[in-house]
């Protein structure tokens, strides 16, 4: 079955500290991963996506994510957070057919602690 | 680009009552999402379509919900009749077909049924 699993339903950590948030796929094809994240009150805006070739992405907002095949991992990180992260963050795996969407994890809520 | 347009972004209506939001698409994008985003269930995919067609509609809660997709730039969601229970954020979203293409959500419509 495809889905995708975010372990951590809600997680503090200090401003400045660093980041991980978690994300384990199951995809039966080539996966096409992608971490959103959405405010309070706004929609989801993408943060990052991983097609191919290198394992370590950029994204916006100073945020990377590691793609690791064997343990079937996405995990998104930032060295050091700032209060304004404090959000939701979603991560999403898809494939390359045509007419197909993406499936979403639960969500992970960022608070930041000053 | 004006990226993914939803109207209204917010409707207060009493229960009983016909609710139709609105969605355009980002221009060139053919495939059209809708969500639903409550705080008991997180973000659930209602129904998509690819071309104009609905794709995969088995999300829809219950037969008073219907979507429609008239032609590329245009999709309607609608409830009739509204129930308190369908209170949350509806969100838009679109893509273009091809591998590892992302989503772009709308910023959302927050439906209230008194």
């Known amino acids: 079955a495809q889905s995708v699993t975010q372990p951590d339903i809600h997680i503090t950590v200090s401003e400045g500290a660093s980041l991980e948030l978690r994300c384990n796929y199951s995809?039966?094809?080539?996966?096409?991963l992608f971490w959103y994240v959405q405010s309070p009150g706004q929609g989801l805006q993408l943060l990052l996506k991983y097609f191919s070739g290198d394992t370590l992405v950029q994204g916006i907002k100073g945020f990377e994510a590691e793609f690791k095949r064997s343990q079937s991992s996405f995990n998104l990180r930032k060295p050091s957070v700032h209060w304004s992260d404090a959000a939701e963050y979603f991560c999403a795996v898809g494939g390359n057919q045509a007419g197909t969407a993406l499936i979403f994890g639960k969500g992970t809520t960022l608070s930041v602690s000053s | 680009d004006a990226g993914v347009i939803q109207s209204p972004r917010h409707e207060v209506t009493e229960m009983g009552q016909e609710v139709t939001l609105r969605c355009k698409p980002i221009?060139?994008?053919?495939?059209l999402f809708w969500y639903r985003q409550t705080m008991m269930r997180g973000l659930e995919l209602l129904i998509y379509?690819?071309?104009?067609?609905?794709?995969?509609d088995s999300g829809m809660p219950e037969d008073r919900f219907s979507a429609k997709m008239p032609n590329a730039s245009f999709s309607t969601l609608k409830i009739q009749p509204s129930e308190p229970r369908d209170s949350a954020v509806y969100f838009c979203?679109?893509?273009?077909?091809?591998?590892?293409?992302?989503?772009?959500f709308g910023p959302g419509t927050r439906l209230t049924v008194l």
């Open positions: 995809y039966g094809a080539t996966p096409y």
């Open positions: 979203a679109s893509r273009v077909d091809g591998g590892g293409v992302a989503q772009y």
């Open positions: 221009s060139g994008h053919n495939s």
């Open positions: 379509f690819n071309n104009n067609v609905p794709i995969d």
